[in-house]
């Protein structure tokens, strides 16, 4: 079906812009009447030249960032407040948003809300930039007549991921650059520093020792099979990317997160976090126990838990209560499992594991620094073998030379 890009004024008086699909240039301007809008210039797009097809990637793979989510959640919030109907506030919202493809995003929802649809089915259909999560504290806030107050508690779980997310980002930003600055050195050590050297011994007939003939076979390699090695890298990432994306990839993946030192303690509490803190405002935004192990299935973030959640699906589907099966699952906590049953037993569920998302919120971020306190000797230990191996791969034959010149 033709695509047809239209230039049109809004109920609010607004000027907006966008594409529309339709079989000619007269139903295109009756679809935009339909839905409230007086359209100005309406034309078809014609096929699209390198130019446009480039830019039309890159709005495509343009990221949306979490504070940009946040922001728009915000700001839908306020206007619903101030008691603005949806399409005007879709119509801010998409003239406000910087990010192009946020801004398509809000403009297909404005869109399928003008035709007819539901505010949850506009918004399921961009589930690769709303997440799950999202769409269903939407679905929850339309069927209950309480909107305003479910985006509140949205917002506030968008805000407690994003900080969470940052806090792990920051612990990790420094090893990334000591890491990287350590395979530069190594790089340059390797492909100038060493073969200069190995022609002077070579030159003196002196024996080279062992490191210095590892040093010089990862240097021929490097410089007469570049090709396989990066041939060979590029097909492990891929890959393991692949790999991993399968159901069986991501659970060996997740499970391995879970068993390592340090690291897997961290996983484990941030996803206690993230199921107390999401459960807890789901059970308050009066969506089922079911359909909010449904839900966190989809956004708890590592694929062994999320098995554990259909073991305990299965057994609440047979009449169980919540804090048995937890029992019996792995990765809970016993904190978490008796505050449930306390929450169970009061008939505030929600208060209790609002509370349990308080204490793994702190977990998190003592977690988080204690981590950033390991990663430091670890990789002075790593610099110090880098390092020393390239002084014996130098040194040990210059000390020879310096025998044989006594």
């Known amino acids: 079906m033709p695509t047809f890009a239209y230039k049109a004024i809004n109920q609010s008086g607004s000027s907006v812009s966008g594409v529309i699909e339709a079989e000619s240039i007269e139903m295109a301007e009756q679809i935009l009447n339909n839905q409230g809008f007086i359209p100005s210039k309406v034309t078809e ?26 922001l728009m959640t915000r700001q839908l919030r306020t206007m619903l407040a101030a008691g603005l109907s949806m399409t005007q506030i879709l119509d801010i919202l998409q003239n406000q948003a910087q990010n192009e493809r946020l801004k398509n995003v809000i403009a297909a929802i404005s869109i399928d809300i003008k035709s007819g649809s539901s505010l949850t089915e506009a918004f399921r259909k961009h589930e690769n930039i709303l997440s799950p999560l999202y769409v269903n504290m939407i679905h929850a806030g339309e069927t209950s007549g309480t909107l305003t107050e479910v985006l509140e508690r949205l917002i506030y779980l968008l805000e407690h991921e994003h900080k969470v997310k940052s806090d792990i980002k920051g612990a990790l930003q420094y090893p990334k650059i000591v890491l ?3 395979a530069i050195a190594f790089f340059i050590l390797l492909t100038f520093v060493i073969p200069t050297f190995v ?27 570049w090709y396989i090695v990066l041939l060979a890298t590029a097909a492990v990432i ?17 499970t391995l997160y879970l068993k390592l030192p340090i690291v897997g303690s961290l996983v484990q509490k941030a996803a206690m976090s993230r199921f107390s803190s999401i459960f807890s405002i789901l059970q308050a935004s009066g969506i089922t126990v079911l359909a909010s192990l449904d839900i966190l299935m989809g956004t708890i973030g590592n694929e062994a838990i999320a098995k554990e959640f259909r073991k305990i699906r299965a057994l609440l589907e047979e009449g169980r209560g919540l804090s048995s099966p937890l029992r019996s699952a792995k990765y809970f906590t016993p904190m978490v499992v008796d505050m449930v049953a306390v929450g ?59 025998k044989m010149v006594r």
């Open 45 to 70: 797009e014609k096929a699209a030249g390198v130019e446009s097809l480039l830019k039309k990637i890159a709005v495509r793979l343009t990221p949306v960032k979490d504070e940009e989510i946040i």
């Open 180 to 182: 990287g600055a350590l």
């Open 199 to 225: 022609g002077i011994f070579e030159g003196a007939g002196i024996e080279l020792p062992l490191p210095t003939k590892i040093a010089l076979g990862l240097y021929n390699i490097l410089s007469n099979y």
């Open 238 to 254: 891929i890959a393991y990317r692949q790999y991993t994306k399968t159901p069986s990839g991501r659970l060996l993946k997740d």
């Open 344 to 402: 169970e037993e009061t008939g505030a569920l929600d208060e209790m594991l609002s509370q349990v998302a308080v204490h793994y919120d702190d977990e998190v971020e003592f977690a988080v620094k204690k981590l950033s306190s390991a990663l430091g000797p670890i990789l002075i230990v790593g610099l110090a073998v880098v390092v020393g191996f390239f002084a014996l791969a130098i040194f040990l034959p210059m000390w020879d030379m310096t």
